[in-house]
């Protein structure tokens, strides 16, 4: 079974710039979830989607990220503009369901870094 | 909302010793805790998890123990290896979204 697979797992960009990252999740799982991990600190939720439909995305800063899950599969999630705070690993995971599997599969992540 | 607490930040054993993480957490509703193991340039993977009408879990060298009543659970590794050596999360969530609450991490070292 194929992982979650994301892309492209390095960035470098200046402040001001915008990025975009893009995931695809396990075949079947309804639920994509992004994460932000800081360095030295644990993943924390930015947008869980189930389907093409958004959950919550209470902790994505809105003014300057948004994400799409077109078609239900794959995900982008786009910082615009960038900040010096916003250097992180951003992970993608995804899950059978809402309720229906507790288990959340991670991809590798992206490394963003913003000078 | 959920706060989950983890001691210690480092942790070095050698080869073969037990080693032990701990985590707090704040909301007595919270009834699922995963444990999570992420190796360098990896995503995190649950390893363990335990549910609140559970005390005790075990796979293989890897257990886990959770008190309701004082709000903690740890994670137990015996026999260590040096493959065991990563970075290690504990997490908390309830209801039906099943959202983790992470801690900040252990970073575990096992010495050959």
């Known amino acids: 079974e194929a992982g979650v697979a994301q892309s492209p797992r390095y960035k470098i960009i200046e402040k001001r710039q915008s990025v975009a990252f893009w995931c695809n999740p396990i075949s079947g799982h309804a639920t994509l979830y992004w994460y932000q991990q800081i360095l030295g600190q644990g993943p924390k939720l930015l947008i869980q989607f189930q389907n093409n439909g958004v959950v919550d995305d209470s902790q994505l800063p809105k003014d300057r990220f948004s994400a799409e899950r077109l078609k239900g599969v794959d995900s982008t999630l786009k910082i615009q503009p960038a900040k010096l705070e916003d250097s992180a690993v951003y992970l993608c995971?995804?899950?059978?369901?809402?309720?229906?599997?507790?288990?959340?599969?991670f991809g590798p992540g992206t490394r963003l870094t913003v000078t | 909302g959920e706060n989950v607490e983890q001691h210690p930040s480092t942790l070095s054993v050698q080869e073969g010793d037990s080693a032990v993480i701990k985590c707090t957490y704040s909301?007595?509703?919270?009834?699922?805790f995963p444990w999570y193991k992420q190796e360098l340039g990896k995503g995190p993977q649950l390893i363990i998890d335990i549910r609140s009408n559970v005390g005790e879990k075990k796979d293989q060298r890897i257990a886990v123990t959770l008190n309701k009543t004082a709000k903690h659970f740890s994670l137990h590794i015996t026999e260590t290896q040096p493959e065991d050596s990563a970075v290690y999360f504990c997490a908390a969530s309830r209801g039906g979204s099943y959202i983790p609450t992470f801690g900040r991490g252990t970073s575990l070292i096992v010495h050959p």
């Open positions: 909301d007595s509703a919270s009834n699922y």
């Open positions: 995971a995804s899950s059978l369901g809402l309720g229906s599997s507790y288990e959340q599969y």
